[in-house]
């Protein structure tokens, strides 16, 4: 995964975020959403974080 891939462009929020929230302790798609913020522009990255966000957990178990 490239860390610096952007996965909110509203956000501006990167893959690397989206996995340093999960390692923080962040353990579902909402308290990822509470963390980094994502997902509250226009919403077109919601899906696409929603998978992500579970593989991570998933790979970190």
Sequence with gaps: MK???EAC???NI???MIEDAVKSGASTYEEVQKLT???TGCGKCRD???CLVRDIVE???
């Design 3 to 5: 860390r610096e891939k």
């Design 9 to 11: 462009h509203c956000k």
């Design 14 to 16: 990167t893959y690397g």
């Design 37 to 39: 913020g994502f997902g």
């Design 48 to 50: 696409f974080i929603r």
């Design 59 to 61: 790979e970190n178990q």
